[in-house]
């Protein structure tokens, strides 16, 4: 019988505490706290001898605290006499830093995957990683759940939207929700400079006009990639736009510059901590992550 623990983050354990009603599965938090100099301390105090554990991290920013803080509780399990540790991180921090892009910089998502791995980590469950590259990285069993599908049906989409990858990058995720809806998909060519972060795009002979378009993508940022996409594909003659993206880091700023360039709703899951406004629709995915790990369990 497995246990999930959760690490100290509010969300961690309301992501924790749906996964373990839906598995049917005991349920812990970490206990922890912040000595005066900043650093963290925690501790594991239910038993998980012998136990196979999931850990329950969220990685929202700033989430160096939270890798150091999953580093800690992975140790402490390991102490503990765990006899396996599956990380479920919905949001996989460095993944897009899954290549060197400019001589002199790491692969910062394989520094982390090992090291975690490195701690005690046999398996990894993550929901819509970056790339399959980003994840080649973990030299342990992965799981890459998309929930993409399960998100465009719950949010209501139907077979007359034109689906949009705002990147050759994410053709494939694209594919997957066009699939769902019986929807035609298309992408706009997007380049990054990589020095200065800024974009452009291209989006070639694309035709949106009298269209609704979703534009889906992985990871809301600045939300300068999807404000731009809408704002071409709106002054091409979109008849509206709306967004279905899994990770929004609801940074500051961001969901302004993305409403402000016509995005009508921004379709986001409760991968990260999502605020409550009218303009974004949060689906829970904890019922696809679920079944994931039932399939494992059994
Ligand atoms: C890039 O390859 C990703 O798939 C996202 O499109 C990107 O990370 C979004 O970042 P931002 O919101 O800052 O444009």
């Not at 599965?25 to 239910?46: C, H, N, S």
């Amino acid at each position: 019988m497995a246990i999930i623990v959760s690490g100290l983050r509010a969300h961690s354990r309301l992501l924790g505490e749906l996964l373990a009603s839906r598995l049917n599965l005991r349920f812990a938090v970490v206990e922890g706290k912040r000595f005066p100099d900043g650093e963290v301390y925690v501790r594991v105090t239910p038993s998980v001898r012998e136990e196979d554990v999931i850990v329950v991290q969220s990685m929202e920013p700033p989430q160096n605290d939270a890798l150091v803080e999953l580093m800690l509780i992975v140790d402490a399990l390991v102490e503990a006499g765990a006899s396996s540790i599956t990380l479920f991180t919905p949001y996989l921090p460095y993944s897009r830093q899954d290549r060197v892009f400019l001589a002199g910089e790491p692969v910062s998502v394989r520094a982390v995957l090992r090291a975690l791995h490195s701690l005690g980590v046999g398996r990894l469950v993550v929901v819509e990683a970056h790339s399959e590259r980003a994840l080649s990285h973990f030299p342990g069993r992965v799981v890459n759940v998309n929930p993409l599908p399960y998100m465009a049906k719950l949010a209501g989409l139907g077979g007359d939207a034109l689906i949009v990858s705002p990147d050759m990058g994410g053709v494939s995720r694209a594919r997957s929700v066009a699939e769902a809806l019986g929807a035609r998909s298309c992408y706009i060519a997007k380049v990054r400079d990589r020095v200065t972060g800024s974009i452009s795009m291209d989006v070639g002979s694309l035709d949106p006009r009298g269209l609704d378009v979703v534009i889906v993508d992985d990871i809301m940022s600045t939300g300068g990639t999807l404000a731009e996409a809408s704002r071409i594909l709106l002054e091409r003659g979109a008849r509206s736009v709306q967004v279905l993206v899994v990770h929004n880091l609801n940074l500051p700023g961001a969901l302004e510059k993305v409403t402000g360039a016509g995005v009508s709703r921004i379709i986001t899951s409760n991968t990260l901590p999502q605020p409550r406004l009218d303009v974004v629709s949060v689906i829970d995915i904890t019922p696809v992550v679920a079944g994931e790990i039932a399939r494992w369990l059994s």
